[in-house]
Structure formats: C-alpha cells, structure tokens
C-alpha cells in the first residue's frame, strides 16, 4: 500500500469563536495524523481545540481530543506517540479557537 507523506493540510487561520475542518478521509483512504502545530496569531493568548469527528458527527465536547493553552505569540506541537488514525469516509480533524486567532498545520500520511 503507498502512501503519500507530509503536509495533511495548508495552514489555516481559525478565528476566534469558530471551528474548521481541516482533514477529511475521502474515498475510504486512510490518514495517519502525526503532528498538529498550532499558533496564537493574536498575541493575546488563546485556547486551540482539537477534535476527531466520525463520520456523520459534528463539534461537540465528546469529540473533543485536546486543549491546548497558547500565551501570547506561542506555538504548540502535539505530537502523539501513535497516530491519530481516520480511517472511514468522512472521518475528520476539525480545530477550533478561542480568545483570538490561531493558526494550524497538521502533518502526517494517507494512502495514496
């Protein structure tokens, strides 16, 4: 099986109060999401969420994976110790912010 490997995603600018979906499995292909960065725009510290969406569900704090405080200016990398894998069409990651603008970058692999 190939894979295609590296950036999952462009960078993406979340603004405060809202959420975007940001990685989808299309076709049945799976995604290995390896490291999702995420960066406090706004410089007046702000909270990043992460969360991993089965097919046909939406935002909600069930579906919440991570939290993540970021002071102003910060950068944070999650890294996990095993992939996060989608693996059903429809499946998502889907990142949200709050208090000010973060930008995210997701990283990883998906079948070719």
Request: aromatic content about 8%.
């Amino acid at each position: 099986m190939a894979f295609t490997n590296g950036k999952l995603s462009d960078i993406v600018v979340v603004s405060a109060g809202s959420t975007a979906g940001i990685v989808t499995v299309a076709s049945g292909k799976k995604v290995y999401v390896r490291s999702i960065a995420a960066y406090d725009v706004a410089g007046a510290g702000s909270t990043a969420h992460v969360y991993v969406i089965p097919n046909g569900g939406s935002v909600e704090d069930n579906t919440k994976l991570f939290d993540i405080t970021l002071s102003a200016k910060e950068t944070a990398l999650i890294e996990p110790i095993y992939p996060i894998v989608l693996e059903t069409t429809g499946d998502q990651i889907s990142v949200g912010a709050t208090g000010g603008n973060i930008n995210f970058f997701i990283t990883g692999d998906k079948e070719a």
